[in-house]
Nanobody, 122 residues
């Protein structure tokens, strides 16, 4: 069983930065970030393998967001720069199995955090 707790969300002006953290308890392998804005479907943001060698980003955040992890601390991060109003959403971290298949598909993850709100004002 894995428990995930996100932190670091908040209100920021467009062009600003935020760093999200996801503290995990239990063994984790592939991990990812997803987001959901009001009235929209859950959307893939980024994923990272256990070794951090393999990463994947949604086109909408590529070049602005960076996913990373510290396995010694069992913590996942999402550094978000050059934020835009369209990045406003609830961001959730997720833990998946020890394979890379379906890394951008929310149903391929087994454990989820409660989410943290990110609001970007224009």
């Amino acid at each position: 069983q894995v428990q995930l707790v996100e932190s670091g969300g908040g209100l920021v002006q467009a062009g600003g930065s935020l760093r999200l953290s996801c503290a995990a308890s239990g063994r984790t392998y592939r991990m990812g970030w997803f987001r959901q804005a009001p009235g929209k479907e859950r959307e893939f943001v980024a994923a990272i393998s256990w070794s951090s060698i393999t990463k994947k980003y949604a086109d909408s955040v590529k070049g602005r967001f960076t996913i990373s992890r510290d396995n010694a601390k069992n913590t996942l991060y999402l550094q978000m720069n050059s934020l835009k109003p369209e990045d406003t959403a609830v961001y959730s971290c997720a833990a998946g199995p020890n394979d890379w298949g379906g890394n951008d598909v929310w149903s391929k993850y087994d454990y989820w955090g409660q989410g943290t709100q990110v609001t970007v004002s224009s």
